[in-house]
């Protein structure tokens, strides 16, 4: 999740299924579904890390296309456990706090 923190419900669930680090955070999102949203380098390396923890990655981009290095394109797109939703806007976050 991006650090922005103007999505309905975010900061109402930091620590509580939302986090701004995979890599402190990791444990908490194993053998879960997990949602990364953003659209660079950084994002799309925190959602290739979270594969080797969570059972599966959306990765939500808020523009129709990715804008990343090449080398990262293609291992995200090209990863079994990450599912692509491209031009997709995050509008609430919700769950139990």
């Known amino acids: 999740m991006g650090r922005t923190g103007t999505i309905p419900g975010e900061q ?3 620590g509580h299924g939302v986090s701004y680090c995979a890599i402190c955070d990791r444990a908490f999102f194993r053998n879960k579904e ?3 949203v953003g659209n660079n ?3 799309i ?3 290739l890390f979270l594969t080797k923890f969570a ?3 959306v990765f939500v ?3 129709p296309e990715l804008k990343a290095s090449p080398h990262l394109l293609q291992k995200i797109l090209a ?3 990450v599912e692509m939703r491209l031009a997709t806007h ?3 976050i919700e769950g139990l706090s």
């Open 12 to 14: 109402e669930l930091l």
């Open 34 to 36: 997990v949602a990364v």
């Open 41 to 43: 380098d950084e994002t």
């Open 45 to 47: 390396e925190e959602a």
């Open 55 to 57: 059972s599966k990655v």
């Open 61 to 63: 981009c808020p523009t």
């Open 79 to 81: 990863h079994p456990a």
């Open 90 to 92: 995050v509008s609430r």
